[in-house]
Every structure is written in C-alpha cells, then in structure tokens.
C-alpha cells in the first residue's frame, strides 16, 4: 500500500485481507472479555486492554502515519488521553520537559500536573527555533504544528535534529494537519500524536486519540499507560471512526481547498486583520509550512474589531455552527477568547472550514461579515 495515493490508502486502510461472506470492514465487537482458557495470553484477553475492533483502527492510522513501514498505533478515548498517555508515561521526577505556550488550551492543565509530579516544565513558542536554547538536559520535546489556535508553523525536521542530538525524544501532535497534511515520524519524530476528535473523524460526533510510534519499545510504553489508565475508545467509537477514514482524503482535500479560497477572499477585506492560513503564500508560516506540509488543515484565524463585532459575525453566520472543535464535515466557527485560555485578542476567530459548497461557504462568510462590521 506505500505506493499508492492517499485517497486509495485511505478508503482501504487497517481492512482484514478477504475472506468469503464476510464483511469489507468487520462491525464492532462488544467484549469486556474473550473466552479465554488456560496461560492468558493474547490476542484477545481482556477489553481493557485489546480489542478487534481497535486493531483494525490502529492498523489504519499507522498505514496513514507512516505507508509501508509497520508502526505500532495505540488508539485513546480522546486526544488528551493519547497526549496525556505520551506525557505521563514519558516524564519521571527530576526530568526536564519542553511544551509550547501556545499550544492546545489544555496543554496547562498537564503542565501542571507534570509539575506536581516534580517534572521541570520548559516552555517557547510554537514559531521561531527558540525550542533549541531549552533542549540542554530535557528529556522529551513535545510540539504542536501547526498550533491551535494560532496557527504558527515550526520545522519539525530542524527541532528533531536538535533534540535527538541532544538525546531528547520528540512528540508532535499533528491534530490540525492529519497525517494526510503532514508526517511527522517520516520527519523523524518519535511520537505521532492527535486528537481524532478532529480532522481524523470529521463528523463531530465522536472523540478519539492515537499515538504512533516506530519503536516498539516507545508503544509498549504508552499501551502500558493505556491499561493502567483505562482511557480507551468504546468499540462503536473506534468502529466509526475506522469507517470515517475511508473519506479522509475526500474531506481533507475539499477542507483544504476552500480553507485557502476563504483565506484569499478575507486577506482582500480591510475589515479582517491577523488573518492566519499556513498555506497562503506570505503567511509567516508559509515557507516553513511548504517544507513539510503536503496539504494545510481546514483551520483559518483571523481578527475582527473587537468582541461584539466578533459575536455579530458569528451570530449572522446560516451555513456556519457557533461550536467549539474543528476539522468537521460542518463548518463551525468561534471567538476564542470567550474560553480564557489562549493569549488571543477578544475578536479573534477561529474559522473551521466544512465540506459546504464553497462558493455557499464563502458569500455566507462575506455577508456576515457585511452585517456585522460597523
Ligand atoms: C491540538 C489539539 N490537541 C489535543 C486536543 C485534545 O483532544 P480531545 O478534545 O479529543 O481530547 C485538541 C482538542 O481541541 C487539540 O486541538
């Protein structure tokens, strides 16, 4: 399957060689145990920690992760079990972890249990190498590109350089790109993280998280996190999701393709500032983004006025939901400052391109905007 494109990948990966009367893609298996006698051991032991319906998902994304090569993926009950499963799994007492300060809005959350743990917590910008002046003693880098909300790109082959010179693991959650946008282990990272909740899925209507590894060694670590925690996905959860890849390529590309057509239309808008797409040409992240992006996530940022301007944009919005999350067939929008917890301006928006029409999409966006702006 290395040779082929990606909508062909996607629509067959993680599927069971044929078998006669039996299904493309086996339905869900309901099982907190299997019958099982004698020396317990697996395939199939216990629900908690292994089920068929998760192998062939996990098969799946490690074929979209990393074509051809056989990594080991471990599917969670939602993004911040599978980066809390890298995270805390990884840190010891006295160890030095690097994170961004601009990262994911929970990011914090596990930084402050990581201190309470004893573990020193460095942290830098997305954008701009100053990750390189922290490496010195840490023993795990974890970085987010592109960066929720605010879009910032980093060279993720450059830091994986550093880092692993310096004897420091690297952790990318690559939730905005999907591994359709971008692979971070063929960048020589160590863990490929991301909430499935997202692009992954698309529907909106399931959460889920995975981490992909090369070595053995490093996923044996986190499926031991897994089954000490017990944060793992329902079997329908992981089932729907298994379905949900076979139009990842359809999705991502129309997401794609519009998210760059609503850029272009809001860079010609006097009323729209701080506007961030990584794929527009002059965007601050472009040149690194071309490097190692192979499509630029269906998110676009931007800045109006103030709050109420904000509000009025997104309550005159029809073709587009005022809701939380991104990467979804449904074009969703907010103000992120109304959360506290990114250093955003309070009419920042994060624009969440859906597989609407895009012409649909983009005069609804215009006309709000025409509303709303005073
Ligand atoms: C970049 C990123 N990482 C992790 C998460 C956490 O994922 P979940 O909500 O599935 O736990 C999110 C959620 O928005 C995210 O945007």
New binding site residues.
């Given amino acids: 399957m290395s040779t082929t494109g990606d909508g062909t990948r996607a629509v067959r990966a993680g599927l069971p060689e044929p078998e006669q009367y039996e299904p493309t893609l086996p339905g869900p298996v309901f099982a907190a145990h299997f019958h099982l006698s004698g020396e317990p051991v697996g395939p199939y032991t216990y629900g908690r920690e292994t089920n068929p319906t998760w192998t062939h998902l996990e098969r799946a994304i490690g074929e979209l992760e990393a074509p051809g090569e056989g990594v080991g993926t471990t599917v969670f009950a ?6 809390s499963a890298v995270l805390l799994s990884q840190a010891r007492t006295g160890d030095v972890v690097v994170l961004p300060d601009d ?5 914090p959350l596990v930084r402050e249990q990581l201190e309470a743990y004893g573990v020193e917590v460095r942290t830098a910008p997305t954008g701009g190498d100053a990750q390189l002046a922290l490496l010195d003693g840490a023993k795990l880098l974890w970085i ?1 590109t592109p ?2 909300p605010g879009l910032d790109v980093c060279d993720v082959r450059r830091l994986v350089e550093a880092a692993h010179a310096a004897g420091v693991l690297v952790a990318v ?1 690559n ?2 790109a999907t591994p359709l946008g971008q692979r971070p282990l063929e960048l020589g990272a160590d863990f490929s ?6 692009g992954m899925t698309g529907h909106g209507d399931i ?3 995975h981490v992909s590894c090369r070595d053995p060694q490093l996923t044996a670590g986190v499926r031991r996190w897994r089954k000490v925690v017990g944060a793992i996905p329902g079997p329908m959860e992981a089932w729907l999701a298994h379905r949900s890849l076979a139009t990842l390529q359809l999705r991502v590309d129309r997401q794609c393709t519009t998210a760059l057509a609503l850029a272009e239309a809001l860079a010609e808008r006097a009323d729209v500032a701080g506007l961030r797409y990584p794929g527009l040409p002059g965007d601050p992240s472009y040149a690194t983004a071309v490097r190692q992006m192979r499509r630029f996530g269906s998110v676009v940022s931007f800045v109006l006025a103030d709050e109420d301007t904000a509000e009025r944009f997104l309550a005159a919005l029809r073709l587009v939901d005022d809701a ?3 990467g979804g067939v449904r074009s969703t929008a907010e103000r992120r400052a109304r959360w506290g917890g990114d250093a955003v301006p309070e009419g920042f928006v994060r624009f969440s391109v859906g597989a609407e029409d895009p012409e649909d999409l983009l005069a609804d966006v215009q006309r709000a905007l025409d509303e709303s702006v005073r």
């Avoid at 939602?78 to 980066?83: C, I, L, N, T």
């Avoid at 990262?103 to 990011?107: N, R, S, W």
């Fill in positions: 939602s993004g911040m079990a599978a980066v990262g994911y809005q929970a990011l987010e960066s929720n959650d939730t905005l993280v991301a909430s499935d909740t997202k959460l889920l998280g939380t999350s991104f």
